[in-house]
């Protein structure tokens, strides 16, 4: 009977195999309780959004850019040429609009006043609108933002 192999090369024995065993068990018991304590609320829930919030805006807007332009249409397909390039200049437009270094920077009374500027500026209703799609409306552009 061949002996098993180690992926460092050296032979494994039984002993192996049970340490292995023992500290999957530790770790899945530690992960067990510490869902535990989320669920009662003694320790809260961890936050994918406080980590991600923090990188930079244009990381961000890459991402989503590259998204879009590869399956952010209809049915999973790109979005059109003109849209990607719309959705690319209103993106800059809103960074610089509300001096964005994060996603943090986002507030909703800022945005309104940048709407608020566009319509003083008199910007038709549906730009002014499509750029608040942009921003925080409906569908996967709203959803970038949140």
């Known amino acids: 009977m061949a002996v098993p192999v180690h992926r460092t090369g050296r032979e494994t024995d039984e002993s192996d195999r049970l340490q292995r065993r023992g500290e999957t068990r530790r770790l899945a018991a530690q992960l067990a309780l510490e869902a535990d304590e989320i669920r009662r609320g003694v320790r809260e829930a961890p936050q994918a959004a406080e980590t991600e919030s923090l990188k930079p805006i244009q990381e961000h807007v890459d991402a989503y850019l590259t998204w879009g332009r590869t399956q952010g249409g209809r049915g999973g397909r790109p979005w059109a040429h003109y849209y990607a ?62």
Request: glycine share 14%; no cysteine.
């Open 85 to 146: 390039a719309q959705q690319e200049t209103r993106l800059g437009w809103w960074t610089k609009a509300l001096k964005l270094t994060t996603l943090r920077d986002i507030t909703l009374s800022d945005v309104e006043k940048a709407l608020q500027g566009e319509v003083k500026r008199g910007l038709a209703g549906k730009t002014v609108s499509d750029k608040a799609m942009t921003v925080g409306g409906g569908g996967k552009v709203g959803q970038f933002w949140r």
